[in-house]
C-alpha cells in the first residue's frame, strides 16, 4: 500500500508515527530479547502521549533476527501465526553510550537511538540492508488512515540489488519496481494475482526477509520509495524476521529451517502424471483407452488423475463417485494398480450443496458461518457452494475420513484444488480473525489432507498436487502452477512463476503441460513436453480438452516417449536433488543466481538448473531458435555429447526432441539402467558419466535409494592426466582410474 505522495507529502487523511529515537533499550534477564521503546520525537522534547512504538528484538535461530512492533497492546483479535520453528536463542548484546547492538551468529542490528535513530543489519563484516531514513527518523512507523491503523517498515535496497521471491508470482521475475499483494486468489497466470503469496523475499545481496504475518501484507518494492522495499500491513503490530547467510542458497536453508522443510516426496511422483482433464467427460472406457494408449506407445505412465467429473455434476466435493461412469470403482482401481499405476482424485475445500456432504457437515456445523450462524454460501463454483471450516478439530477429522473411504477403494493421492475463495465476511469455530485467515485457510486444508494420507499409506509415501499456498505450505509437496493458458507466452510466464515460487522456500513444483486453457498447438504442446519432464513433477494436464499426446502427432509421442524416459533414466541424480531439498530447503529447480554468482545470472527467468549438474533452457518459439546463458565453465549437451565453452550468451535452433539441455563440468551424473519406471533399484546397472574434471579438481555424488537411504557415493579427483574414482558402499571402497578429462563407469549389485 502506498502512503506517500512522492518524497514529501503523506496521502490526505494519512499521517506517520516515524521511529526519531531509542528512549529506552533493556535486555531481558535470560538475554533472548531485547526491548526498545521508541518515540516519534526529537531528542530535546519530553513526550507526555503517544503515539510510541515498542519494539522487541530475538532470534527465533541463529543467524535471524526478528523484531515486533506494537503500537496498541490490547487487540485481542484471534490472529493464526505461521508455524515456525522459533528455538528462542540468546543474544549477543553490547552497548556502548548511543549505540546498542545485538547479534545472533553472524547476523548483527547496530542501533543508534538518536540524532538520528537508525537500525543497520551486517553478516559477518559486511552490510546486508538498514530500515530507511528520512529526516533523521527510521522508516519504521505507525500511520493513521481513513481506513483504520497501519503499520509499516522500510528496508534499503543498495545501488544494482535485485529482489526475488514473494511467492509464485506471473509478474516480471525480478521484484524491483513492483507492487505485490499477499492475498491468495484464483487468477489464472497473466496477472499480479497468485495463488501462492508468501511474504518472504531473497535478495541478490544474500540475506531474506520474511514478514511473519499470515494476513493481507502489502509490499512495495522500490516502488512507494525507489531505494527501499516497504512492508506494510493492517493493525496496530508489525512483526518480520531478517535472515543473514554467506550465499543465497544459505538463505533459503536458513529459512526453511524456521518455517519448514519439504518432505521427501515418494520416486514414484516423480514419473509422468496423465489426467482425465477438467471438464471433458470421461467414463471407464476413457480412462482405460488412456493408460492402455501410453502403453502401446510405450510411454511410461506413472500417476493417472481423476479431475473432477470422478463426482457427479454439482456434487463438487462431495466424495461419491459418479455410478453411472465408474460403476465398478475398486475393481477399476485395482486393475489400474496391476498395471503399476498409482492413482489420484481431484478434490476442494467446498461442498455444493447438492451433495449429501454437504448436508451431513451442516448438520454437524463444520462449515464456515455467517456472523449471524447461518452458513455461508454462494452460487460461484458450486450451486449453493459451503466451505469447511478447518478450524474446528472434528470438521478437519470428518473430512480425514471422507479421505480415508476413498483411500480404502485404491486412491493414493489428492489433487488439492483450490483454496484461495476463501470469504472474510465469515465467523470461525476457534473465533480466528477471518482477514487472517483468508491467506492461512490453506495452510490447514493442506495439512489436513497431507497428514491422512502420511496416516494411511505411511511415511515417505505421501505427496499432494496442490494449487494454493502460504508460508509453510512447502512442508506438504507438490505444487503446481495453476490455470495457464496454451500458448508460448503463458509457458514462460509459468516458468518464471515456477522459479519465483523456488525461491520463496518451495523445493518442487511442477505446471500442466501443454497448458490449461484452451487447446495448444502442436509445436507448443512438445515444447512443453521437454519443458515439463525436466520439472521436478510432470503432469499431462488441461481444461475442456484431453492431454494424450497422440491426439498432437506421432511427432508428439516420440517426445513425449523420449523425455519420459529420459527423466527415469536420471533418477538415481533427480532423487538425490529431491533428497537435498528435503535436507536444507534447496530447491530442485533453481533459478541460475542460486548456483552462479554471475551479473548474467541475475535476471534469468527463462532457464533454470535442475539440481546443481543440469542447465535447462526450455525453448519459447515456433521457429525452435532459444537464447540462453552459459556460464563460465565449459558444458556438454546431455543429448548430443558436443561441448561448448561459456561466461555469456549463447543463441541455438533445436528440434522438437532436443533443447538446451547442458552438463556443468567437474560434475558426476548418475545415470539409471531403467527407463520405464521412476522406481527401480538405482544402484544396479547404474553409470557414473564424470564430465570435464579439471586437473586437480574434485567432484562427488550420493546415489539414494527410492526410500531416501543412502546405497553409495563417487568421488572423482584428476591428477596427472588421470582421472580416479573412489566407491564408496555397504560392500566396501572401489577404487578405479582413467585417462583423461571424462569418462564413464557402470556400476553393479555383483
Not at 272 to 289: H, I, K, M, P, Q
Not at 695 to 704: I, K, L, P
Request: glycine share 10%.
Amino acid at each position: 500500500m502506498k502512503f506517500n505522495l512522492g518524497e514529501w507529502r503523506m496521502k490526505p487523511g494519512y499521517t506517520s508515527f516515524n521511529c526519531e529515537q531509542i528512549r529506552e533499550a533493556r535486555l531481558s534477564e535470560d538475554r533472548t530479547s531485547l526491548y526498545l521503546y521508541a518515540v516519534p520525537y526529537r531528542q530535546d522534547e519530553r513526550g507526555m502521549g503517544g503515539p510510541i512504538l515498542e519494539l522487541t528484538v530475538t532470534s527465533p535461530q541463529p543467524d535471524m533476527l526478528r523484531i515486533q512492533a506494537v503500537h496498541f497492546k490490547g487487540d485481542r483479535r484471534r490472529l493464526p501465526k505461521f508455524d515456525l520453528e522459533d528455538r528462542h536463542c540468546p543474544l549477543e548484546f553490547a552497548e556502548t553510550g548511543e549505540e546498542v547492538s545485538v547479534s545472533s551468529g553472524g547476523l548483527r542490528l547496530e542501533i543508534r537511538r538518536r540524532n538520528p535513530c537508525t537500525f543497520t543489519y551486517y553478516f559477518e563484516g559486511r552490510k546486508l540492508t538498514g530500515i530507511g531514513n528520512r529526516y533523521g527518523a527510521s522508516m519504521l512507523s505507525y500511520i493513521t488512515t481513513p481506513d483504520g491503523p497501519y503499520m509499516r517498515c522500510q528496508l534499503d535496497v543498495d545501488v544494482g540489488e535485485k529482489i526475488y521471491g514473494l511467492g509464485e508470482r506471473f509478474t516480471p521475475f525480478v521484484k524491483n519496481g513492483q507492487t505485490v499483494e499477499i492475498w491468495n486468489e484464483d487468477g489464472g497466470t497473466c496477472s499480479d494475482i497468485a495463488y501462492k503469496n508468501i511474504p518472504f523475499y531473497l535478495s541478490s545481496s544474500s540475506y531474506g526477509v520474511l514478514v511473519n504475518e499470515a494476513g493481507p501484507v502489502s509490499f512495495e518494492v522500490c516502488s512507494e520509495a525507489v531505494t527501499r522495499v516497504q512492508f506494510s500491513v493492517p493493525g496496530e503490530r508489525l512483526d518480520f524476521v531478517v535472515i543473514g547467510a554467506p550465499d543465497r542458497r544459505g538463505v533459503l536453508t536458513r529459512y526453511t529451517a524456521l518455517s519448514g522443510r519439504p518432505a521427501l516426496p515418494p520416486a514414484w511422483s516423480f514419473g509422468l502424471w496423465l489426467s482425465s482433464s477438467f471438464t471433458t467427460s470421461y467414463d471407464e472406457g476413457t480412462v482405460n483407452r488412456f493408460v492402455d494408449g501410453m502403453a502401446q506407445r510405450d510411454i511410461p505412465l506413472s500417476v493417472f488423475h481423476f479431475d473432477c467429473y470422478w463426482m457427479r455434476e454439482n456434487e463438487w466435493c462431495g466424495f461419491e463417485w459418479d455410478g453411472e461412469m465408474f460403476p465398478h470403482v475398486e475393481e477399476m482401481l485395482r486393475r489400474m494398480h496391476e498395471k503399476g499405476l498409482k492413482i489420484c482424485v481431484w478434490i476442494n475445500p467446498y461442498l455444493g450443496q447438492k451433495s449429501a456432504a454437504f448436508d451431513e457437515a451442516a448438520e454437524k456445523g463444520y462449515l464456515l458461518k455467517k456472523p449471524d450462524g447461518d452458513i455461508w454460501q454462494w452460487d460461484l463454483w458450486q450451486a449453493g457452494c459451503s466451505v469447511v471450516d478447518f478450524t474446528n478439530p472434528d470438521a478437519a477429522e470428518w473430512y480425514k475420513g471422507k479421505l480415508r473411504g476413498l483411500m480404502a477403494q485404491g486412491v493414493d493421492t489428492f489433487k488439492t484444488d483450490f483454496g484461495e475463495r476463501i470469504p472474510t465476511d465469515v465467523a470461525y469455530f476457534d473465533g480466528s480473525d477471518p482477514l487472517w485467515m483468508h491467506n492461512y485457510y490453506t495452510y490447514l486444508y493442506n495439512k489436513a489432507v497431507f497428514e491422512v494420507i502420511e496416516e494411511v499409506k505411511g511415511k515417505g509415501e505421501a505427496c499432494l498436487f496442490a494449487r494454493s499456498a502460504t508460508v509453510g505450505n512447502q512442508k506438504f509437496p507438490v505444487h503446481w502452477g495453476g490455470d495457464c493458458n496454451s500458448t508460448y507466452v503463458s509457458m514462460a510466464e509459468t516458468l518464471r512463476a515456477g522459479l519465483s515460487l523456488c525461491l520463496s522456500g518451495f523445493g518442487f513444483w511442477s505446471h500442466d503441460i501443454g497448458g490449461f486453457e484452451g487447446t495448444a498447438s502442436a509445436d507448443v504442446y512438445k515444447r512443453w513436453l521437454a519443458f515439463g519432464l525436466l520439472s521436478s513433477h510432470s503432469r499431462l494436464h488441461g481444461s475442456n480438452s484431453y492431454r494424450v499426446p497422440w491426439l498432437f502427432g506421432e511427432e508428439a509421442v516420440d517426445v513425449c516417449r523420449q523425455f519420459s524416459k529420459l527423466k527415469n533414466t536420471l533418477m538415481p541424480y533427480l532423487y538425490a536433488k529431491a533428497v537435498e531439498a528435503s535436507r536444507t530447503g534447496v530447491p530442485m529447480m533453481r533459478a541460475m543466481l542460486l548456483e552462479f554468482d554471475e551479473p548474467g545470472c541475475e535476471d534469468c527467468d527463462r532457464q533454470y538448473m535442475l539440481g546443481d549438474a543440469l542447465l535447462v533452457a526450455p525453448v519459447f518459439r515456433e521457429d525452435g531458435v532459444c537464447d540462453y546463458y552459459l556460464p563460465a565453465g565449459t558444458w556438454t549437451h546431455l543429448l548430443t555429447g558436443e561441448t561448448e565453452v561459456g561466461g555469456g550468451w549463447r543463441r541455438g535452433q533445436y528440434g522438437f526432441l532436443s533443447l538446451p539441455l547442458f552438463v556443468r563440468e567437474n560434475t558426476i551424473l548418475p545415470v539409471g539402467s531403467c527407463a520405464q519406471s521412476p522406481v527401480y533399484d538405482y544402484a544396479d546397472g547404474l553409470t557414473l558419466r564424470i564430465y570435464r574434471l579439471a586437473d586437480g579438481a574434485r567432484a562427488s555424488r550420493t546415489v539414494f535409494d527410492a526410500s531416501g537411504a543412502e546405497l553409495l557415493t563417487a568421488e572423482a579427483v584428476r591428477s596427472g592426466g588421470r582421472i580416479a574414482v573412489t566407491l564408496r558402499g555397504a560392500s566396501g571402497d572401489v577404487r578405479v582410474e582413467q585417462a583423461g578429462t571424462s569418462c564413464e563407469l557402470t556400476v553393479s549389485r555383483e
